[in-house]
Structures are given as C-alpha cells and as structure tokens.
C-alpha cells in the first residue's frame, strides 16, 4: 500500500512552538527546518511526503519543487493551500493508497475526512516527529558503538584507555 502524507506547511509552521518563533525572525529558515523534519519523517517511515505552502507568503507562483525527495508545492495567485490540498487527496485517492492530512484547521480536517483521507492534526505530527528523532538519535548512537568496536577481544576498561591514548589523553 502506498501512504502519503500532505503537510499544510504554514498551519503546522504556525502551530508548533519552535517553528513559530523561529518564523517571528526568518520565515525561510523556519520553511527549511519543516522541510529537514518532514525529510526525516519520510525517510524514517517511509511514507511520501508532500508539503503545499501558500504562495501569498513567498515570491514566485506556483511552483513545484523536489527538495530532499519531497514534493514542495507553493500555490498560484489567489489559490489556497486548503484547495491545493483538496485537489491533491482527490487526485492521489485510490483503493491502494492511504493518504493522511496535517493540519490544524478543523474545517479543513472536516472536508479532507469526507474526501476519504486521514486527518492528523499539528500536534499529532509534532509528537510523531519526536518519537522519529530519538529512534533516529539511537540508531546513531549504536551505529557508533558497532564501529568502535575492534576485532581484538579486550574489557570495556582497556577499550577506555586505548580510546584516551587516541585522542592524546593521559
């Protein structure tokens, strides 16, 4: 089954707190760690993602963009991301897909629940992202532990003083 996930970019931007302050001094900069985030997610889940922005807020319409194998979709003049992303469950909606909506506008969790797509709301995402970044940060961390490890067999207490030995350490 192929799952999709579409991103209401400014909603979620607006609704979690660390991208909300960050937009309060840099928009851009707040769009680009959503979009880091959202590469996360899909890479972790493998779910495509696609993220629709209104092009009220940026210069230039209606573009589509690939950026870390997502779908980036700024809007046309005078189109909403609420629309773009009705059409976007409507085109993508077959028996062999699931396709999951965030965003925090109630009346459009509404519409989008009764095209036949999954609502998740900004909160719901947040903490899903967050359960994906300390899986990511394990995975890291033992990932390091196993290349650490020589093929000599030694105690963990002679692998602490080789390690001190390598980095200059008395």
Do not use: C
């Amino acid at each position: 089954m192929r799952r999709f996930l579409i991103v209401d970019g400014y909603n979620i931007i607006g609704d979690w707190q660390e991208l909300r302050e960050l937009q309060a001094r840099n928009l851009e900069e707040a769009r680009d760690v959503l979009i880091e985030k959202m590469a996360e997610y899909q890479a972790y889940t493998g779910t495509s993602v696609i993220i629709v922005f209104d092009a009220h807020m940026v210069p230039g319409l209606g573009r589509k963009m690939k950026n870390y194998r997502l779908d980036i979709i700024y809007t046309r003049e005078k189109e909403t991301a609420d629309e773009r992303i009705e059409k976007l469950v409507r085109t993508l909606k077959r028996v062999d897909t699931e396709i999951s909506v965030a965003t925090s506008d109630f009346v459009e969790q509404r519409i989008i629940f009764a095209s036949g797509a999954l609502r998740k709301s900004a909160r719901e995402l947040r903490n899903e992202v967050k359960t994906i970044e300390k899986g990511i940060a394990k995975k890291v961390l033992s990932a390091k532990k196993q290349t650490a490890r020589t093929k000599l067999p030694m105690t963990e207490e002679m692998a602490d003083i080789f390690e001190k030995w390598r980095r200059g350490e008395r």
